[in-house]
């Protein structure tokens, strides 16, 4: 039974969201000047719908931005076969490039609304889901409450809930169990997730594993692999993936110390936001580094020290270019990227000492020695030069990790098991 005095808590959030709720055109504004909303969508954000409804049953998916997005298209994809249509939103402008580019025949992409009644209603009463499906951790309070006035059912899926997360929600124990009390199910990572997530209020809790482990490689285009192969040649490599803040600094004193050792080094930066692209190459530029720009469409040259691969969708690419990747997040305290990408087409990984975001995965890779781990810049360069400098251990570095995630996969069949009562229930409930 929900907690009274969570009910009470949740039931303001959403009421002060109707308050609110004539200012949000404002801060729809604010946002597209600053580049984070599409100023051609921007209706989306306030529930207006920019596609009919499919006819038949339709399953809503929501995923935070590009990695939970990326790691639920082969979900998608059971799905539409399982007869549905299927509304992915997502709530960056990054992820919507994505989700254009990746999302197969039967979804499709619209913006999150924002999570305030007036725009979630008309959302709710344009769609109509049969099912609502939330992506690790991605749960709004008023959209949760909308869902559940409508008998809506609710699931988690590749459902994640770190120890600092589960402490904060800890704090309003009330408020925390008449939200999570709502889900219909929450299909876990790893059992300490489940453990977390049932304590919070979940009745139905059930490890499934995480679904990054079983969707497809990144792609690239072949002949651009070839041509940007044939461009950087022979040198030695070295890639700064999905960095944030203050990790593209750290990378360019990792170049000015490795360079010692590694004489024509070329660094790959690919930053987690690549709209940060112009103010991450002025600040290399400002540190004497000779910097070509993947989305001015450079090509890195003989005198290119850092290559700065600020474009969406190009990990797959860069992760077959480059043999050794540091996984960013992990210095710069932001919980870490996620390492199963690159492990998987054959980077050797390194990372820094914060992962809580894909805790099991590193301590897994780390086990198997298939990772290296470091905690500084100093760490990071001797990393580097040691992974070049041994060609057969980095070698035996990448196998170990690529078994890893091979002994981890399964999760997709699992969920979908977990889903086929609520999803029939869908399919049914539509055909009345």
């Given at each position: ?49 920019a ?14 931005s ?22 992915v ?8 490039a994505?989700?254009?580019q ?81 889900l219909a ?149 932001k ?74 996969t ?23």
């Amino acid at each position: 039974m929900s907690d009274r005095f969570g009910d009470a808590v949740l039931a303001a959030y959403r009421g002060l969201g109707r308050v609110l709720a004539p200012a949000l055109p404002l801060l729809l504004a604010r946002r597209t000047r600053a580049g984070k909303e599409d100023p051609t969508r921007r209706g989306e954000r306030l529930g207006r719908p920019a596609k009919p409804r499919p006819r038949g049953p339709l399953v809503w998916v929501h995923a935070a931005s590009v990695g939970e997005t990326v790691s639920v298209l082969a979900l998608v994809e059971r799905l539409i076969a399982a007869g549905t249509a299927v509304l992915v939103t997502t709530g960056t402008v990054t992820s919507a490039a994505i989700a254009a580019q990746r999302l197969p025949a039967g979804a499709f992409h619209q913006f999150v609304p924002f999570d305030v009644a007036p725009h979630l209603g008309r959302f709710l009463d344009h769609w109509r889901p049969g099912l609502a499906i939330f992506v690790e951790s991605e749960m709004w309070p008023t959209t949760v409450l909308e869902l559940a006035d409508r008998a809506i059912p609710q699931v988690l899926v590749n459902a994640r809930l770190s120890e600092r997360s589960a402490r904060r929600w800890g704090l309003v124990g009330g408020t925390a169990r008449a939200l999570f009390g709502r889900l219909a199910a929450a299909l876990a990572q790893s059992p300490g997730d489940g453990a977390r997530l049932a304590a919070l209020g979940v009745g139905d809790v059930r490890v499934v594993g995480n679904l990054k482990y079983d969707g497809p490689p990144l792609g690239a285009d072949p002949a651009e692999q070839a041509r940007l192969a044939a461009a950087i040649g022979a040198r030695p490599t070295w890639l700064a993936a999905s960095t944030h803040p203050g990790e593209e600094a750290i990378a360019a004193q990792v170049h000015a110390a490795a360079a010692v050792h590694l004489p024509g080094l070329l660094t790959v930066i690919a930053p987690r936001h690549p709209v940060r692209g112009d103010e991450i190459r002025r600040e290399l530029a400002g540190r004497g580094l000779t910097v070509a720009s993947r989305s001015q469409g450079e090509t890195p040259t003989a005198a290119t020290d850092v290559f700065l691969a600020d474009t969406i969708g190009e990990m797959g690419l860069l992760y077959r270019l480059v043999p050794i990747a540091f996984v960013g997040g992990s210095l710069a305290d932001k919980g870490g990227q996620n390492p199963i990408e690159p492990a998987r087409l054959g980077c050797a990984v390194i990372h820094g000492p914060s992962t809580r975001n894909f805790a099991d995965v590193y301590r897994d890779l780390d086990a198997a020695g298939g990772a290296t781990a470091i905690t500084d810049a100093a760490g990071l360069a001797a990393a580097v030069v040691a992974a070049h400098g041994a060609p057969d251990d980095r070698a035996a570095t990448v196998e170990r990790a690529r078994a890893v995630v091979a002994a981890a996969t399964g999760a997709l069949d699992r969920t979908m098991a977990a889903l086929a009562a609520p999803l029939a229930a869908a399919l049914a409930k539509d055909r009345e």
